[in-house]
């Protein structure tokens, strides 16, 4: 069993940076393919970034790409998203997922359906 606690959301103007913490308990975090989902209110959950079990390769949505950065940290178990040159169409609620099997494949990572771990979420709004 993973948990996933995601930190760091909140209130930015455009143009600013925040950066989302997601911890994990359960695992070793370099062990789960994970990533970072965002839903906008009366939209569908849309994929954000993630990163490979190991080897750490990252894959991004176009419209982050540049923008934002996906890592993680095992001395600490945690996955974060630094994001920089925030637009108000970034706002929406960020999940941090995981797959606790580890065997998300590159092209599969944008596929919510190989995550089976969720934590609660964050807020995240970008407004003047």
């Known amino acids: 069993q993973v948990q996933l606690v995601e930190s760091g959301g909140g209130l930015v103007q455009p143009g600013g940076s925040l950066r989302l913490s997601c911890a994990a308990s359960g695992r070793s975090a370099s062990r789960l393919a994970m990533g970072w989902f965002r839903q906008a209110q009366g939209k569908d959950r849309e994929f954000v970034a993630a990163?490979?079990?190991?080897?750490?390769?990252?894959a991004y949505a176009d419209s982050v790409r540049g923008r934002f950065t996906i890592s993680r940290d095992n001395t600490k178990n945690t996955l974060n998203l630094q994001m920089n040159n925030l637009k108000p169409d970034d706002t929406a609620v960020y999940y941090c997922?995981?797959?606790?099997?580890?065997?998300?494949?590159?092209?599969?990572?944008?596929?919510?359906?190989?995550?089976?771990?969720w934590g609660q979420g964050t807020q995240v709004t970008v407004s003047s």
């Open positions: 990163i490979r079990a190991w080897g750490g390769s990252t």
């Open positions: 997922a995981a797959d606790g099997l580890g065997t998300t494949i590159y092209s599969e990572l944008p596929n919510s359906d190989r995550y089976n771990y």
